[in-house]
T-cell receptor, first 113, second 117 residues
Framework: AQSVTQLGSHVSVSEGALVLLRCNYS??????LFWYVQYPNQGLQLLLK??????LVKGINGFEAEFKKSETSFHLTKPSAHMSDAAEYFC???????????FGQGTRLTINP | GAVVSQHPSWVICKSGTSVKIECRSL??????MFWYRQFPKQSLMLMAT?????????EQGVEKDKFLINHASLTLSTLTVTSAHPEDSSFYIC?????????????FGPGTRLTVT
């Protein structure tokens, strides 16, 4: 079975600072990995995904994530935080050939002016 | 492309009544739709998976007689919460995918907030 652990339920950074949201996964087969963002009272928007190929994945809004198999990690980063980045972020895993997504607990990102 | 809508966006109902939530894929055909439930400040919990024309597959612990799911067409799935109670108050999110494309990517709706009084 797959599982996802997001370290830190709440991360707070200053505007312009580096954003780092941590995600570790557990999967017995090669995973597909996703980061989603959720703004208050809205659904989920896909930020980026890793399926195969290049392990550094670039997404929307300046975010990127690197798949590290040896560390079973898929951390999300952004070099310079913007106030509009304040939201809830979810890491998710799915295995090839399966439909079901397994979500992490979520990390609330707060940006301080 | 790949837009999913939900209706209503929010609903208040009285305890004991039933409420129906619609999930539509607007610009693609959804062979599979998923229904999630999200409690405040928590993650998404998958309730059920529905394939067009088939009965939904419910996750363990989800009452299928309470949460009725219908997926009668390739663009519409409905979730009916029957005999709603205050503990059913939650944010319900659907997602849709077209597995015929082979990608299994899910596209999420904007969610429906249900409040049962």
């Amino acid at each position: 079975a797959q599982s996802v652990t997001q370290l830190g339920s709440h991360v707070s950074v200053s505007e312009g600072a580096l954003v780092l949201l941590r995600c570790n996964y557990s999967s017995s087969v090669p995973p597909y990995l996703f980061w989603y963002v959720q703004y208050p009272n809205q659904g989920l928007q896909l930020l980026l995904k890793y399926t195969t190929g290049a392990t550094l994945v670039k997404g929307i809004n300046g975010f990127e994530a690197e798949f590290k198999k040896s560390e079973t990690s898929f951390h999300l980063t952004k070099p310079s935080a913007h106030m509009s980045d304040a939201a809830e972020y979810f890491c998710a895993v799915r295995v090839q050939g399966a439909q079901k997504l397994v979500f992490g607990q979520g990390t609330r990102l707060t940006i301080n002016p | 492309g790949a837009v999913v809508s939900q209706h209503p966006s929010w609903v208040i109902c009285k305890s004991g009544t039933s409420v129906k939530i619609e999930c539509r894929s607007l610009d693609f055909q959804a062979t599979t739709m998923f229904w999630y439930r999200q409690f405040p400040k928590q993650s998404l919990m998958l309730m059920a998976t529905s394939n067009e024309g088939s009965k939904a597959t419910y996750e363990q612990g989800v009452e299928k007689d309470k949460f009725l799911i219908n997926h009668a067409s390739l663009t519409l799935s409905t979730l009916t919460v029957t005999s709603a109670h205050p503990e059913d108050s939650s944010f319900y999110i659907c997602s849709a995918s077209d597995v015929r494309k082979g990608s299994y990517e899910q596209y999420f709706g904007p969610g429906t907030r249900l409040t049962v009084t």
